[in-house]
């Protein structure tokens, strides 16, 4: 039969695709039944032999020989005189098998033929990459940069599969060029439509825990376990990490000697400041460490609220609370209490949630971001680092530090 250009791409598909001849065969038989259909009404008196390999495709009509008056449907029945013409001691009653070329279709069936196979190729396609995708959620992947768009940066894997690595999912301090290679976790893979939506993230901590596992081999063969992550992303994390082997230091096998083993994270993270700290199921001691590198005095925990009083030497406060309140929201998150900080040897301070009736609750909200609940944990601050610290105005931290110390004044 003719040698169309459809005929011939036949073994392109295959090849290009990656498809199985199962597969191919299955959709080119789907693509031409529908043709058939459109063009006959009805393929149930079709067969079609498809040979992908050598690229050969035959199409069979089936019909049912009658008297020249008796014809009722023509795709179905053929008279007598016409299936004469095909051989002449065909009898009414018996099967007429015809091919039929494909030119008999018409030239606009062929070109809606094509594109309904590159569609139904393409859609086999998506289908197989959303799944291999899927199956890589929360691992490691490794792509390199497309296109820098600004809410995104587009990349490409080996394959040419597209993945997006949102603006929200980069690192602040992230900066990419064409042409690199990205690292990041596959956090999410959706189809939208018929085409697979992947999206990458550098900023979840998941991906600081399959770094771990990467670059700490007693992590990748379960002698240490990481019980909890928790990060500010480019800021600072804490990894909370148990061994059952009582011949193993956790901690010191993920530093490594002089951070020798945590540093290539700590370089990836954009220098991303990470705290590695041994996991107790004893909450106080758990607490204790969380808030490292601060000495804490005290601990009282009410289970009841999930909050935590600690109490600290003055000079330990600061160390607790973390450049930017970093330390103590990232311990509260780790261990899943809320943690309030008290300085040693202070016998009066008043919450900071007692003033509500004189300062906005927005402006009280501000401090506690970054662990100041109390009058005197404001007070003994300076104006300048309260303002580099919060998103204050100098004017209303000069407001709020008048209307404390008029407290302890009185």
Request: proline content about 3%.
């Amino acid at each position: 039969m003719e040698n169309l250009a459809l005929i011939e791409s036949f073994s392109e598909f295959k090849d290009d695709k990656l498809i199985d001849r199962v597969t191919l065969m299955s959709i080119l038989e789907d693509v031409f039944r529908n043709a058939l259909k459109k063009k006959f009404g009805d393929d149930d008196n079709f067969d079609i032999i498809i040979n992908p390999d050598k690229g050969d495709l035959e199409i069979w009509r089936n019909r049912i020989v009658v008297a020249d008056a008796d014809v009722e449907n023509e795709n179905q029945e053929i008279s007598l005189s016409d299936a004469q013409k095909i051989e002449p001691d065909f009898e009414v009653g018996e099967d007429v098998s015809e091919e039929v070329k494909l030119f008999d279709l018409g030239r606009r069936s062929i070109l809606a033929l094509r594109q309904n196979l590159i569609a139904k190729i393409q859609e086999h396609d998506n289908t197989n990459i959303y799944k291999q995708f899927k199956d890589l959620e929360g691992e490691i992947y490794t792509a390199e940069v497309h296109h820098i768009r600004h809410r995104a940066v587009i990349l490409l894997d080996d394959e040419g599969n597209e993945l997006i690595l949102p603006k929200e999912k980069q690192i602040p301090s992230d900066f990419f060029r064409k042409g690199e290679n990205v690292r990041g976790i596959i956090e999410n893979v959706e189809l939208k439509g018929n085409k697979p939506n992947i999206v990458m993230s550098r900023t979840a901590p998941e991906f600081l825990e399959k770094l771990f596992e990467q670059e700490i081999p007693e992590v990748f063969d379960g002698l240490i376990t990481i019980k909890n992550v928790v990060r500010i992303p480019g800021e600072k994390a804490k990894v909370a990490v148990d061994s059952y082997d009582d011949r193993i230091d956790p901690v010191g096998a993920c530093v490594g000697m002089k951070g020798s083993r945590i540093h290539g994270i700590v370089r990836e993270l954009g220098n991303e400041n990470i705290d590695v700290i041994n996991y107790t199921n004893n909450l106080q001691l758990y607490i204790t460490r969380a808030l490292s590198p601060a000495r804490v005095t005290t601990v009282k925990i009410d289970e009841e609220t999930k909050r935590v009083e600690v109490i600290l030497k003055p000079e330990e406060v600061s160390k607790a609370i973390g450049r930017g309140g970093h330390n103590i929201r990232l311990a509260g998150r780790l261990t899943g209490y809320e943690i309030d900080v008290f300085r040693e040897g202070v016998e009066e301070d008043v919450e900071l949630s007692e003033f509500s009736d004189e300062i906005e609750a927005w402006i009280i909200q501000e401090f506690s971001k970054v662990g100041l609940d109390t009058a005197k944990s404001i007070l003994e601050q300076d104006v300048n680092d309260l303002v580099k610290r919060t998103d204050l105005e100098e004017e209303t931290i000069e407001d709020v530090l008048r209307i404390l110390k008029e407290e302890f004044e009185d």
